[in-house]
């Protein structure tokens, strides 16, 4: 990678990619979070999709417990 090379990564999970390697490169790499950790609205979101699967017939699964903090 040269400083001519620029990436954009669209993964949900950036923050957990060890990156060391690429510290000392001149490649522009940039991500963005969609979501905030520490608001706790965020972590209902993937709950409030199953629930609307189980409500559609779409999946048919119990619920899993949902741990904050």
């Known amino acids: 990678m040269?400083?001519?090379h620029n990436?954009?990564?669209t993964s949900l999970d950036l923050h957990t990619?060890?990156?060391?390697?690429?510290?000392h490169g001149r490649a522009n790499?940039?991500?963005?979070?969609?979501?905030?950790?520490s608001r706790t609205?965020?972590?209902f979101v993937p709950r409030e999709?199953?629930?609307?699967d189980i409500y559609y017939g779409r999946l048919n699964k119990r619920l899993p417990p949902v741990k904050v903090g």
């Open 49 to 52: 999709w199953l629930l609307g």
């Open 29 to 37: 790499i940039s991500g963005f979070r969609l979501v905030q950790p």
């Open 7 to 9: 990436y954009f990564i």
């Open 17 to 23: 990619v060890d990156l060391q390697d690429f510290q």
């Open 2 to 4: 040269t400083e001519y």
């Open 41 to 43: 609205s965020g972590i």
